[in-house]
C-alpha cells in the first residue's frame, strides 16, 4: 500500500498578517469581533480565512450556535501559533518602553473585585502615563493559568494560594469584609450582634461554575489555586453552629452592584469586601458593620507567566499596579 504524502504547506502564501487573523479568529470566534480588534473590515477578515484555509489544506472553522468553532486540526495549531507569535513579539519588542509613546495593547485578567476597585484607577493612570496605548480587561473565570502561559494576558489580579514555580507575583493592597444594610434598616441603628445577624435574611454573592467547584473557597486551575468565593462562609457557619444558630440565605446572586442595590431597597443584609460596600455607601444609603465574628482579610496581588515578567511594557504595568494600589 503506497505511503500517503501530507500535503506541503504553501509558506509562499503565508504572512504574518494571516497568522494574527488566525489568532483573532480562535480567541473571539466572530469574524466581526476579530475584524473590530485587528481594524479589519469583515470582507478583509473572510479573504485572510480563505487564504489560511488554502494554505492550511483545513477548513479551519466551522459555523455553530456560539460562533465560529475552531476544526480539530485549529485547535492543535491554535497554542503552538500563540507562543509562536509571543515569542516574535519578545523578540522584536525594543529594548526600552516609553509609556508616552507606546501603543501597546495591554490585557488584564482580573476578578469583579479588582475591575470594580483597582482598575477604574489604573485605566485613569493608563491614560495620563500612556495615552496612545490601550488595556484589555478579561475575567478570571476564563482560566488564568493558561492565558498567562499563552500570552493572551500580561497580568493577572486576584487572590492566588499556591501557584507553579513558572509564575511569579507580587502583593498589592489588604482587603477586609464588611456586613452592608441599608440605613433605613431598623437593625442599622443597633449594634451587630451574632444573634442579629442570624434574625436577618442574607444575600449571597456567588457565582456559578467555579464557585461550585471550590474546595475551601479555592479551585485549581493547571497547579494555579485561584480565590473564587466571595465571601467567609466557612467562618460564618462555624460561629454560627457554637451558638445553635442557622443563617437564612434569602438571595443569591454573583453580582457585587446587583447586591448592594438590592440591599438598599431590601431588608436584606450582605458580606462585601469593604472597598466595594464603601464606594457606594453614599450612592445607595448603606450602613456598614464588622463581622460579628473572626473573618480575616484577604490578599490582593498581580501574577505573571515568570518569563515574560522582566520585559519593560511589563515591569512598568507591574509598577502602576503597586503605585496605584497604595492608595486605595
Same mark, same amino acid.
Given at each position: 500500500?503506497?505511503?500517503?504524502?501530507?500535503?506541503?504547506?504553501?509558506?509562499?502564501?503565508?504572512?504574518?498578517?494571516?497568522?494574527?487573523?488566525?489568532?483573532?479568529?480562535?480567541?473571539?470566534?466572530?469574524?466581526?469581533?476579530?475584524?473590530?480588534?485587528?481594524?479589519?473590515?469583515?470582507?478583509?477578515?473572510?479573504?485572510?480565512?480563505?487564504?489560511?484555509?488554502?494554505?492550511?489544506?483545513?477548513?479551519?472553522?466551522?459555523?455553530? #450556535?456560539?460562533?465560529?468553532?475552531?476544526?480539530?486540526?485549529?485547535?492543535?495549531?491554535?497554542?503552538?501559533?500563540?507562543?509562536?507569535?509571543?515569542?516574535?513579539?519578545?523578540?522584536?519588542?525594543?529594548?526600552?518602553?516609553?509609556?508616552?509613546?507606546?501603543?501597546?495593547?495591554?490585557?488584564?485578567?482580573?476578578?469583579?473585585?479588582?475591575?470594580?476597585?483597582?482598575?477604574?484607577?489604573?485605566?485613569?493612570?493608563?491614560?495620563?502615563?500612556?495615552?496612545?496605548?490601550?488595556?484589555?480587561?478579561?475575567?478570571?473565570?476564563?482560566?488564568?493559568?493558561?492565558?498567562?502561559?499563552?500570552?493572551?494576558?500580561?497580568?493577572?489580579?486576584?487572590?492566588?494560594?499556591?501557584?507553579?514555580?513558572?509564575?511569579?507575583?507580587?502583593?498589592?493592597?489588604?482587603?477586609?469584609?464588611?456586613?452592608?444594610?441599608?440605613?433605613?434598616?431598623?437593625?442599622?441603628?443597633?449594634?451587630?450582634?451574632?444573634?442579629?445577624?442570624?434574625?436577618?435574611?442574607?444575600?449571597?454573592?456567588?457565582?456559578?461554575?467555579?464557585?461550585?467547584?471550590?474546595?475551601?473557597?479555592?479551585? *485549581?486551575?493547571?497547579?494555579?489555586?485561584?480565590?473564587?468565593?466571595?465571601?467567609?462562609?466557612?467562618?460564618?457557619?462555624?460561629?454560627?453552629?457554637?451558638?445553635?444558630?442557622?443563617?437564612?440565605?434569602?438571595?443569591?446572586?454573583?453580582?457585587?452592584?446587583?447586591?448592594?442595590?438590592?440591599?438598599?431597597?431590601?431588608?436584606?443584609?450582605?458580606?462585601?469586601?469593604?472597598? *466595594?460596600?464603601?464606594?457606594?455607601?453614599?450612592?445607595?444609603?448603606? *450602613?456598614?458593620?464588622?463581622?460579628?465574628?473572626?473573618? #480575616?482579610?484577604?490578599?490582593?496581588?498581580?501574577?505573571?507567566?515568570?518569563?515574560?515578567?522582566?520585559?519593560?511594557?511589563?515591569?512598568?504595568?507591574?509598577?502602576?499596579?503597586?503605585?496605584?494600589?497604595?492608595?486605595?
Amino acid at each position: 500500500m503506497p505511503r500517503q504524502s501530507t500535503p506541503s504547506l504553501h509558506f509562499d502564501s503565508l504572512d504574518l498578517n494571516l497568522l494574527r487573523v488566525f489568532e483573532a479568529l480562535v480567541e473571539e470566534r466572530s469574524a466581526t469581533r476579530a475584524g473590530a480588534r485587528l481594524g479589519l473590515t469583515q470582507s478583509a477578515i473572510s479573504h485572510a480565512l480563505n487564504r489560511l484555509r488554502y494554505v492550511l489544506k483545513d477548513e479551519l472553522f466551522v459555523r455553530g #450556535p456560539d460562533g465560529m468553532q475552531p476544526t480539530e486540526r485549529a485547535a492543535e495549531i491554535a497554542p503552538r501559533l500563540r507562543q509562536g507569535l509571543l515569542q516574535l513579539q519578545l523578540a522584536l519588542a525594543p529594548s526600552e518602553f516609553v509609556p508616552e509613546r507606546t501603543d501597546r495593547r495591554f490585557t488584564i485578567t482580573c476578578t469583579e473585585y479588582a475591575g470594580a476597585v483597582l482598575m477604574p484607577a489604573v485605566i485613569a493612570q493608563l491614560r495620563k502615563q500612556a495615552p496612545y496605548a490601550s488595556v484589555n480587561v478579561l475575567p478570571s473565570n476564563l482560566g488564568v493559568a493558561e492565558t498567562l502561559r499563552g500570552g493572551r494576558a500580561d497580568l493577572a489580579i486576584g487572590s492566588f494560594r499556591r501557584f507553579p514555580e513558572w509564575f511569579a507575583s507580587e502583593p498589592l493592597m489588604r482587603e477586609t469584609r464588611a456586613w452592608v444594610l441599608s440605613a433605613d434598616h431598623p437593625a442599622a441603628r443597633e449594634e451587630l450582634t451574632l444573634e442579629r445577624l442570624a434574625a436577618l435574611p442574607h444575600l449571597v454573592i456567588a457565582a456559578t461554575g467555579d464557585d461550585e467547584h471550590a474546595i475551601e473557597g479555592y479551585v *485549581v486551575d493547571h497547579g494555579l489555586e485561584r480565590l473564587v468565593t466571595r465571601s467567609d462562609a466557612g467562618l460564618l457557619q462555624g460561629a454560627l453552629a457554637a451558638r445553635g444558630l442557622r443563617r437564612n440565605v434569602a438571595v443569591t446572586t454573583p453580582h457585587f452592584l446587583a447586591a448592594l442595590a438590592a440591599v438598599s431597597q431590601s431588608d436584606i443584609a450582605a458580606l462585601l469586601p469593604r472597598r *466595594v460596600a464603601a464606594a457606594f455607601v453614599g450612592r445607595y444609603r448603606l *450602613v456598614l458593620f464588622e463581622p460579628p465574628y473572626p473573618s #480575616p482579610p484577604f490578599e490582593i496581588m498581580s501574577l505573571w507567566y515568570r518569563e515574560h515578567g522582566d520585559q519593560p511594557a511589563i515591569a512598568w504595568l507591574r509598577k502602576l499596579l503597586r503605585e496605584v494600589a497604595a492608595e486605595l
